[in-house]
């Protein structure tokens, strides 16, 4: 080392012949240096410098480029050796250096080694980390980074480095992997004596070595794991046979302290080697016992001593045979389904059977493993087969496929031989739900099971012994119940086929022959019915629809039930299924009187050429068919409430309606057995009701009739299927239209709704069962509407829109009769409310029914019309105003052509107006000065006494008359 600072020195001496401080101060460090550098103090560096006067800043280069060309001279060498980093820590110290001193020093190195080494070499030589190059700089930032380290701050360690992997174009990742790649190997060299200094050695000694080759703790995880795994299996391999004894496991266990590995990583990485030791004792196992199967004890013995050799805990010897159990099924199992696949049953079957076989055995293996203590019972491997194999790869058919051809076999030498246990097993081991159990055994037990009890029906031999004989075959094949039950229901309905097929009625022999069949094949009647209404239905329902043609109305005569139960009763059916069967019958003969209903309706609602579209035939010469309206005549409406009350007749007579009525309301609700729903569209139904509902309404005839008519409209909404929210929905729409039309006749005509047309109304709601309130809402939107066009049509008529006191009142009076508020309930705007409100005062000014004497009767008007107090104030003030300027007019101008009277007409009609608001108004621009006191001057002569006598009320007057006039 001091050989490469005396060789700096001497370079500078051979360069000048006149020594310079500066070089002087160079050759004092070389020779203070060569010797041992190691033992020179700071102080005696700081002493060269005081003696030959070197300023700071060039004593500072000096000793920053003394450490740059000693980093060199190391560099020489590319092998790095763990000494290096500590000769440059000493030189360090030596020089007396900062971490910036070093900084510079370390940047100036890698600067100079890019030149030398980056610059001019090859991409493909840099990038072979055996190339001199590659090594030269890898060497130079490991040792920046690790000395660096030790002296800066982490954001100068930093700094430096990131301007380091700038000049050399390297990313944070490939500088810091760089490093590693230098620092491991010397690590891993470090590690390979672990094992024989063990004794010694602690997890701080490899804590501090990786610290002071800057290996990070999760950078080594790798070599220690190598380390251990290498110790562990010298250690088991040792013996002969291998096995892990007491000290073996205490020595492991020191080295997973030093190498500072968990627990659960040294057991895992110890039973990767042990485990495959004891599967080998496994199978050797498995071999004794396959050769001699009454050495199973022994070898369980054995198997349990290798455990303990191998100090194996129950949970990883558990882990160990939960696998191999699991092994010894699927392996046979995956070989089976392949046999299936390529429909080789015979190999299927022997691969199965070893699967049964490998169960059977590794229970054994399990229990036996238990009793010795080396698994618990609630080991994972002790549950390993139960809910069967992993299946999610296989097909369903193909387990399916291997169950039966498995149960096929297990019956092929007969019920005698029949393994049922086995047959279990399997089913257990392919996971087979009860419904594909039941499934293959029908498909494979069935037939067998099916031919034994037909030769024994067809023999006749149905008692007691062959009854127990068949239960027997049952019991000892384990066939389902459900499998049991199809095969003896499929036979019992061959042979109720046989006894009542197409419509035959069976005889009192063959009932008698099927009851024995049911007691000999355990079938309950509740079963059988199902089949006996199908088989028996065209029988009773013929029955049914003759009874009901006897007496051409399809109503059936009562002495025909008798026979109809008797019937029944001998073809075995319910009497939920004589009903339903009876619906059907009845459904039957309803469609085609449906069909004729129809028919009468479209000819009640259609012209004569709709008609003849919609069927196809010239309806002109129909007698039926009649001019008159748009529809064809009131026959075909008349035939029409004809059809609905005969199909009412029909309901009637065969009781197909049931009624319920509500105790606290004693109102009845009806529900009907069989409905038309489904035998025309829905609309079509609704509008043949709606039509019957009007019909109804105005049909008139006999008591008898009106009975009749009366039936019907309480059930024929039900017969159609039109539900009761339906039914009042329509009633409603057509109660609302001949309510509202009765009412707006009543109104046009007088005016008024009295007391006999309410009856008339209430009728109506009752018939058409129309709610109260409804009815009550209808009624007041109907008036309302009525008089407001009244009032409309009034204004519409009056001359120039002029609205006459006479129109107010009568409007008022009317609104009154009917319970009508007109200040709200008709809706009319202010402006319109006003203008009534200002006729009917003006009315009453007019004709002196109201004065100055009795005017809050404007203030009743005022309200009556529902008038505010400013615009009532405001359109009065306007209307007394205007009749004052209109009426001095007036009189101005009949006074200009000599008519007095009519003058003093005019200013009379005025004053009874400006009496309410006595004051001045602004009068007609053509009304002059002159012509105002004209106007009173007329009036003043017209009143004035003959006998000379002043009357107050003709002063008030006058006076009244000058204020108006402004004189």
């Given at each position: 080392?001091?050989?490469?600072?005396?060789?700096?020195?001497?370079?500078?001496?051979?360069?000048?012949?006149?020594?310079?401080?500066?070089?002087?101060?160079?050759?004092?460090?070389?020779?203070?240096?060569?010797?041992?550098?190691?033992?020179?103090?700071?102080?005696?560096?700081?002493?060269?410098?005081?003696?030959?006067?070197?300023?700071?800043?060039?004593?500072?280069?000096?000793?920053?480029?003394?450490?740059?060309?000693?980093?060199?001279?190391?560099?020489?060498?590319?092998?790095?050796?763990?000494?290096?980093?500590?000769?440059?820590?000493?030189?360090?110290?030596?020089?007396?250096?900062?971490?910036?001193?070093?900084?510079?020093?370390?940047?100036?190195?890698v600067e100079s080694v890019f030149r030398t080494s980056v610059m001019w070499t090859s991409t493909k030589d840099l990038e072979d980390p055996d190339s001199i190059e590659r090594m030269t700089v890898d060497k130079c930032i490991y040792l920046a980074s690790r000395v660096l380290t030790k002296v800066d701050t982490e954001e100068g360690h930093e700094y430096t480095m990131s301007r380091c992997r700038k000049l050399l174009s390297l990313d944070q990742r490939e500088f810091e992997d760089r490093c590693l790649n230098l620092a491991q190997p010397l690590y891993a060299k470090a590690l390979s004596v672990v094992s024989e200094r063990l004794e010694t050695l602690t997890a701080d000694s490899l804590v501090k070595a990786r610290g002071s080759l800057g290996i990070a703790d999760n950078e080594v995880i790798e070599l220690h794991t190598k380390t251990f795994t290498d110790e562990a299996k010298r250690v088991v391999m040792a013996t002969t046979p291998p096995s892990l004894d007491a000290a073996g496991v205490a020595r492991l266990a020191k080295l997973?302290?030093?190498?500072?590995?968990?627990?659960?990583?040294?057991?895992?990485?110890?039973?990767?080697?042990?485990v495959p030791v004891y599967c080998d004792a496994i199978d050797e196992v498995l071999e004794t016992i396959d050769d001699d199967p009454d050495?199973?004890?022994?070898?369980?013995?054995?198997?349990?001593?290798?455990?303990?050799?191998?100090?194996?805990?129950?949970?990883?010897?558990?882990?160990v045979i939960l696998s191999l159990v699991q092994d010894m099924v699927n392996e046979p199992f995956e070989e089976a389904i392949r046999f299936v696949r390529l429909d080789n049953s015979k190999g299927a079957v022997a691969r199965l059977k070893d699967m049964?076989?490998?169960?059977?055995?590794?229970?054994?293996?399990?229990?036996?493993?238990?009793?010795?203590?080396?698994?618990?019972?609630?080991?994972?491997?002790?549950?390993?087969?139960?809910?069967?194999?992993?299946?999610?790869?296989?097909?369903?058919?193909?387990?399916?496929?291997?169950?039966?051809?498995?149960?096929?076999?297990?019956?092929?030498?007969?019920?005698?031989?029949?393994?049922?246990?086995?047959?279990?097993?399997?089913?257990?081991?392919?996971?087979?739900?009860?419904?594909?159990?039941?499934?293959?055994?029908?498909?494979?037990?069935?037939?067998?099971?099916?031919?034994?009890?037909?030769?024994?029906?067809?023999?006749?031999?149905?008692g007691e012994d062959a009854k127990k004989a068949n239960q027997a075959f049952v019991a000892k094949l384990q066939i389902p119940a459900q499998v049991y039950e199809e095969v003896t229901a499929e036979l019992y309905k061959n042979k109720l086929a046989a006894c009542s097929g197409g419509g035959k009625i069976m005889t009192l022999e063959e009932r008698s022959l099927l009851d024995k069949m049911r007691e000999f094949l355990d079938l309950p009647l509740e079963k059988c019915q199902k089949m006996h209404r199908v088989s028996c239905a065209g029988a009773y329902v013929q029955a049914v629809q003759e009874a009901m043609g006897a007496g051409g109305s399809g109503v059936i005569n009562t002495d025909y039930y008798a026979g109809l139960t008797k019937l029944a009763d001998r073809l075995l059916l319910g009497e939920d299924d004589q009903r339903a069967l009876f619906n059907d019958a009845v459904k039957a003969r309803l469609q085609p009187m449906m069909d004729e209903l129809l028919s009468q309706f479209e000819r009640s609602v259609l012209n004569k050429q709709q008609l003849a579209q919609k069927t196809g035939k010239d309806q002109g010469e129909?007698?039926?068919?009649?001019?008159?309206?748009?529809?064809?005549?009131?026959?075909?409406?008349?035939?029409?409430?004809?059809?609905?009350?005969?199909?009412?007749?029909?309901?009637?007579?065969?009781?197909?309606?049931?009624?319920?009525?509500?105790?606290?309301?004693?109102?009845?609700?009806?529900?009907?057995?069989?409905?038309?729903?489904?035998?025309?569209?829905?609309?079509?139904?609704?509008?043949?009701?709606?039509?019957?509902?009007?019909?109804?309404?105005?049909?008139?005839?006999?008591?008898?009739?009106?009975?009749?008519?009366?039936?019907?409209?309480?059930?024929?909404?039900?017969?159609?299927?039109?539900?009761?929210?339906?039914?009042?929905?329509?009633?409603?729409?057509?109660?609302?239209?001949?309510?509202?039309?009765?009412?707006?006749?009543?109104?046009?005509?007088?005016?008024?709704?009295?007391?006999?047309?309410?009856?008339?109304?209430?009728?109506?709601?009752?018939v058409l069962k129309m709610e109260d309130e409804f009815c009550f809402e209808l009624l007041g939107k109907l008036q309302k509407n009525f008089l407001r066009e009244q009032i409309d049509k009034a204004i519409g008529g009056a001359s120039a829109g002029k609205i006459t006191g006479e129109l107010a009142k009568s409007v008022r009076d009317r609104a009154d009769s009917m319970g009508i508020d007109v200040r709200e309930e008709l809706k009319l705007d202010m402006t319109l409310k006003s203008d009534l409100f200002l006729a009917e005062v003006e009315s009453a000014i007019k004709s002196k029914a109201v004065t100055v004497d009795n005017k809050e009767l404007i203030e009743d008007f005022q309200d009556a019309w529902g008038i505010p107090n400013d615009v009532a104030t405001k359109d009065?003030?306007?209307?007394?105003?205007?009749?004052?300027?209109?009426?001095?007019?007036?009189?101005?101008?009949?006074?200009?052509?000599?008519?007095?009277?009519?003058?003093?007409?005019?200013?009379?009609?005025?004053?009874?107006?400006?009496?309410?608001?006595?004051?001045?108004?602004?009068?007609?621009?053509?009304?002059?000065k002159a012509d105002k006191e004209k106007v009173l001057a007329t009036y003043t002569a017209a009143k004035a006494s003959f006998d000379g006598d002043t009357d107050p009320e003709v002063t008030a007057r006058l006076e009244l008359l000058s204020t108006v006039l402004g004189l």
């Open positions: 080392v001091g050989g490469y600072v005396a060789s700096i020195a001497s370079a500078a001496g051979r360069r000048k012949l006149v020594i310079k401080r500066e070089e002087a101060a160079m050759f004092a460090l070389a020779n203070l240096l060569e010797a041992d550098y190691t033992s020179v103090a700071p102080s005696q560096v700081q002493d060269v410098q005081k003696m030959y006067g070197v300023p700071d800043e060039q004593f500072e280069e000096m000793v920053i480029d003394i450490y740059k060309k000693f980093i060199l001279a190391m560099l020489k060498d590319p092998e790095f050796k763990t000494s290096e980093l500590k000769e440059l820590e000493a030189l360090k110290d030596t020089l007396g250096l900062t971490a910036e001193q070093l900084s510079d020093a370390f940047y100036e190195t997973r302290e030093v190498l500072a590995i968990s627990e659960e990583d040294s057991r895992f990485m110890t039973n990767e080697i042990v050495s199973f004890d022994g070898a369980i013995s054995s198997l349990v001593a290798r455990q303990q050799e191998l100090s194996m805990s129950s949970e990883a010897a558990g882990s049964v076989y490998s169960k059977e055995t590794a229970e054994i293996l399990l229990d036996k493993l238990v009793a010795a203590g080396a698994l618990t019972e609630d080991s994972p491997a002790c549950h390993a087969l139960e809910g069967g194999l992993d299946l999610e790869a296989v097909k369903e058919a193909d387990l399916t496929s291997a169950y039966r051809l498995f149960l096929a076999d297990s019956l092929n030498e007969g019920a005698d031989d029949y393994d049922q246990d086995s047959v279990a097993i399997m089913g257990e081991l392919l996971s087979m739900t009860p419904e594909k159990t039941v499934s293959v055994y029908n498909e494979v037990c069935g037939p067998m099971l099916r031919a034994r009890l037909a030769e024994g029906i067809a023999a006749d031999d149905l129909d007698l039926i068919a009649k001019e008159g309206g748009g529809a064809l005549g009131l026959e075909s409406g008349a035939n029409m409430m004809l059809e609905v009350v005969n199909m009412v007749d029909f309901y009637e007579g065969n009781n197909l309606w049931e009624g319920t009525t509500d105790e606290a309301t004693n109102a009845t609700t009806y529900t009907y057995r069989v409905d038309a729903k489904g035998m025309a569209e829905e609309k079509m139904l609704e509008e043949v009701y709606r039509q019957f509902t009007v019909s109804s309404f105005q049909a008139r005839g006999s008591p008898g009739q009106q009975k009749r008519y009366a039936l019907a409209q309480t059930h024929f909404a039900g017969i159609l299927g039109i539900g009761a929210e339906r039914e009042a929905e329509i009633k409603q729409d057509i109660g609302k239209v001949v309510y509202s039309n009765y009412v707006k006749q009543l109104l046009t005509s007088k005016g008024r709704i009295e007391q006999q047309d309410m009856q008339f109304l209430v009728n109506i709601q009752q009065f003030t306007r209307m007394v105003e205007a009749k004052c300027i209109a009426g001095v007019k007036s009189a101005s101008q009949d006074l200009n052509n000599s008519n007095e009277r009519s003058a003093v007409r005019y200013i009379d009609e005025l004053l009874g107006y400006a009496q309410f608001i006595p004051q001045a108004v602004q009068h007609d621009a053509k009304v002059s």
